[in-house]
């Protein structure tokens, strides 16, 4: 079982509003990375972390952004939610191979 | 374009049946591949990982297997059971950047009914 953790679980919020999704992991992984993932759709890497201080955008573009400034943290913002952000969000860590873990994800609905 | 494609999209067989999940993978340059299984609701978790050399590789009642000249890949599972329904997706590592970049394919779900 991976230690990586997200909170919320599920969050259901109005358009317009700030919304910060928390990934944790207790590994000491350097790497790690949030995925948007649609019901039976592939994940889509959105934004990922080498370590702390650094972040880049991944392939699919997102209005989202992130903070890397403890290894074991990487929160992932939303300034203000629309209804397109309506998905589930995924958060994964990796170590000294490329073997991801990933947390639970967070379903976000925005109404 | 570098893409991972998945068949079935779904499947539905009873318990204690066998069925085999098939991925086929255009990305190059190929490092490895996983199978992972994600349950509904949950974050994926690695199953298999298959490596360039690498034929075949069993995990309890999953076995995977490789061609990596054809670029196809399967996913066995052995006397299914109703904890085994799931999400499962073939992805694919390339070496092409220094992420070591992972291409993911939309998934299987497989149901079990009993």
């Known amino acids: 079982e991976a230690d990586i953790y997200q909170t919320p679980r599920y969050l259901v919020i109005g358009t317009g509003k700030k919304i910060t999704l928390e990934c944790s992991q207790t590994?000491?992984?350097?790497?790690m990375y949030w995925y948007q993932q649609d019901p039976g759709m592939e994940l889509h890497l959105i934004h990922y972390?080498?370590?702390?201080?650094?972040?880049e955008k991944g392939d699919l573009s997102s209005e989202s952004t992130v903070s890397r400034i403890r290894t074991e943290h990487f929160p992932l913002t939303l300034e203000s939610a629309r209804p397109s952000h309506t998905s589930q969000y995924l958060c994964?860590?990796?170590?000294?191979?490329?073997?991801?873990?990933f947390g639970p994800g967070t379903r976000l609905t925005v109404l | 374009k570098n893409q991972v494609e998945q068949s079935p999209q779904s499947l539905i067989i009873l318990e204690g049946k066998n069925c085999t999940l098939q991925?086929?993978?255009?990305?190059?340059?190929?490092?490895?591949l996983r199978w992972y299984k994600q349950d509904t609701g949950r974050g994926p978790v690695s199953l298999t990982i298959?490596?360039?050399?690498?034929n075949t590789k069993s995990n309890g009642r999953y076995t995977a297997t490789l061609d990596a000249d054809t670029k196809q890949s399967s996913l066995h599972i052995t006397a299914s059971q109703l904890s085994d329904s799931a999400s499962y997706i073939c992805?694919?590592?390339?070496?092409?950047?220094?992420?070591?970049?992972?291409?993911f394919g939309r998934g299987t779900q497989l149901t079990v009914w009993p």
């Open positions: 972390s080498y370590g702390v201080n650094s972040t």
């Open positions: 590994m000491g992984h350097d790497k």
């Open positions: 298959m490596t360039f050399s690498e």
């Open positions: 992805v694919v590592s390339d070496r092409g950047s220094t992420l070591g970049r992972l291409y």
């Open positions: 991925c086929n993978y255009t990305v190059s340059p190929f490092s490895n």
């Open positions: 994964a860590s990796s170590g000294t191979t490329d073997t991801q873990y």
